[in-house]
């Protein structure tokens, strides 16, 4: 069963650093996801795009939202897809989900993955 496991949640002060991570299981050893993603749902509102990398693991795109302070990657031999969160704000207060896409070509910015987690829980207040 494949499965798609979410990690480094937590509760940070303003201006401070987390790093999220997400390691898949259940896939055939040497399978790499084509596209790897980021989303995030604050209470009451939808399912938020926040970055995407492709299987190449350079090609990789943020939210404008989270530019300059949110970097994603990848490490396609244990794949897996990291977040790394900097400067954070009260209002990246979020569940943050990772998501991932068997198709080639498919890095979509709505929630429509083949595979997703339950996510992590980040909370950013003083």
């Known amino acids: 069963q494949v499965q798609l496991a979410e990690s480094g949640g937590g509760s940070v002060q303003p201006g401070g650093s987390l790093r999220l991570s997400c390691a898949t299981s259940g896939v055939t050893a040497g399978y790499w996801w084509y596209c790897m993603a980021w989303f995030r749902q604050a209470p009451g509102k939808g399912r938020e795009w926040v970055a995407s990398?492709?299987?190449?693991?350079?090609?990789?795109s943020t939210a404008d939202s989270v530019k300059g302070r949110f970097t994603i990657s990848r490490e396609n031999t244990k794949n897996t897809v990291y977040l790394q969160m900097n400067n954070l704000k009260p209002e990246d207060t979020a569940m943050y989900y990772c998501?991932?896409?068997?198709?080639?070509?498919?890095?979509?910015?709505?929630?429509?993955?083949?595979?997703g987690g339950q996510g992590t829980q980040v909370t950013v207040s003083s």
């Open positions: 998501a991932a896409s068997t198709t080639e070509g498919y890095c979509p910015l709505k929630y429509d993955y083949d595979y």
């Open positions: 990398i492709r299987s190449d693991g350079v090609t990789a």
